[in-house]
């Protein structure tokens, strides 16, 4: 490792083989160059990464390094190698509450693709207009794990979890008023969800609910 990284970061190259999942680098916080440098180390040892809540100037820093690397702006999420490998395990449904919720959706979304799993995204049916979400229960009941993204009142995931016979990952997010208390209040709804079968990750962690439907489908 180059002596300019290990005063930054020490890299997880065996992740995979100990784990089975690939490295993950969060990139907000850290500095361009920062994140330049563990991305060519990375790239140079031929390992396998996901950049999230990466913004224009720390996605320009991966591609700077690996300019051939998938980035998608909206999820704020880059990957090397660009190409996901094939799908195996069950499908993974992300459904969004409403279009502000995409950037999260995504980030979840693009996670369990780039872990192996098909994924596919369900969007706008909060719970403001149930028929929405009732009109796409056919796919949610193809599902082996449903993630539902959610702030304002956050209480999609205990109406999808009453529908649907697979564990849903509740992700609360930042958007709402006031009183929604930066995800907060969406949050404390999820944790208190009357409805069996749901986990709750933390305000706005698309990629940690990527991640354990991705686990949670592997076998399924």
Known sequence: MP????????????RTDRRGYPEAVYCQHKSPAQV??????????????????????????VLSVAPEAFHDAEAGLLAWPPSPPDPFGGLVVV??????????????????????????????????GLHRVL????LLREASVVV????????LPSVVAGLVRAPVVAVPTSVGYGAAF?????????????????SVVNIDNGYGAGHLAAQISEGR
């Open 3 to 14: 002596p300019e990284l290990a005063q930054v970061a020490q890299l997880d190259h065996d």
């Open 36 to 61: 330049a440098a563990i991305a060519r180390e990375l790239v140079e040892r031929g390992s396998p990464t996901l950049f999230t809540r990466a913004d224009a100037a720390r996605a320009d820093a």
């Open 95 to 128: 459904a969004a509450a409403g279009t502000s919720d995409l950037p999260v959706a995504r980030e979840a979304q693009l996670t369990a693709t780039y872990l192996g799993r098909r994924a596919e995204l369900v969007m706008d049916v909060g719970v403001a």
């Open 135 to 138: 009109g796409r229960l056919d």
């Open 148 to 155: 539902v993204v959610a702030g304002m009142d956050g209480a």
């Open 182 to 198: 930066e995800g907060l209040a969406a949050l404390l709804t999820m944790l208190n969800s009357c409805a069996p079968g749901v």
